[in-house]
């Protein structure tokens, strides 16, 4: 992996970390489109940047992180356990699924999916507008929902967003709770991948391409951020879902000579 491979990445990651359109599936993609091979490290790397572009959050929501929201953030916790439990016990199996064939299929039913919700999704009759007023049990559902994101392709925004919406949050607090859902979500991975690669990540080989990508998803996160809240202010989620599925499509042909890569 070069500097150009690591703005590259770092790009796609902030753009689509927090859109509901699998910033991993991108990742995946853009490995097979640049030659990456998808080592251990190199999915490692993946994941930091991951969390670069989570950090945006931090930079965002400034007050969120404080003790005078302990009950918000235990709500978060507490739709975080599904995800962490399930990715921990069948974590082999997780990583056995990253191929272009899984992720093209999950862009296309994600895709599906967001159409029909937004289908029958009335945002007036949602009774849940802000964050801070999410209750326990729908933070709990937000979580179960959020397990589907273990598959490639799925989207943790998106799952989550879908599970928020369907238990009657409004467009912009389902995507606010997503965000600080990721939070806790890539600490842990973070975390994992850095104890078990540490090694090969902070050599004098790969610091550099660490460090400017970390950057880059961070800045383009923020922003990204940013220009997705406004967008939610006047349309709906449904764009999302014509892009996941002619995404998918275009997959599965530009790779229906090679789909098991």
């Known amino acids: 992996m070069n500097l150009y491979d690591t703005i590259i990445l770092g790009v796609i990651e902030g753009i689509t970390e ?9 990742l995946i993609v853009a490995s097979e489109f640049l ?3 998808q080592t251990s490290v190199n999915k490692a790397f993946e994941v930091i940047i991951q969390f670069a572009a989570i950090l945006a ?6 007050s969120k992180f404080t003790f005078k929201h302990i ?3 235990t709500k978060v916790m507490i739709a975080f356990l599904p995800i962490a439990a399930i990715g921990f016990l069948f974590s082999k199996q997780v990583k056995a699924m990253f191929s272009i064939e899984i992720v093209a299929y999950m862009f296309i039913i994600g895709g599906i999916i967001f159409l029909i919700v937004e289908k029958f999704y009335n945002e007036k009759e949602t009774h849940t507008l802000d964050v801070e007023d999410v209750t326990y049990k729908q933070a709990a559902w937000i979580g179960f929902a959020q ?4 598959i490639p392709g799925t989207s943790r925004a998106g799952s989550s967003i879908i599970g928020a919406m369907l238990v009657g949050l409004n467009r912009k607090a389902s995507a606010e709770f997503s965000f600080l859902l990721a939070f806790p979500v890539m600490c842990a991975t973070t975390a994992y991948d850095l104890l078990k690669h540490h090694e090969e990540l902070l050599s004098d080989a790969n610091i550099l391409n660490l460090a400017v990508g970390f950057i880059v998803s961070f800045v383009v996160a923020f922003l ?10 006047n349309f709906t989620f449904v764009s999302f879902g014509i892009y996941r599925i002619i995404f ?8 229906s000579h090679n789909i098991n890569y």
């Open 71 to 73: 009950d918000l953030w």
């Open 147 to 150: 397990i589907f994101a273990l």
């Open 248 to 255: 998918g499509v275009f997959l599965l042909f530009a790779f």
């Open 57 to 62: 959050v931090v930079l965002t929501y400034p």
């Open 224 to 233: 990204a951020i940013k220009l997705f809240l406004k967008f939610l202010e």
């Open 35 to 37: 030659g990456l091979e």
């Open 18 to 26: 927090f859109l509901p359109i699998s910033s991993t599936g991108h």
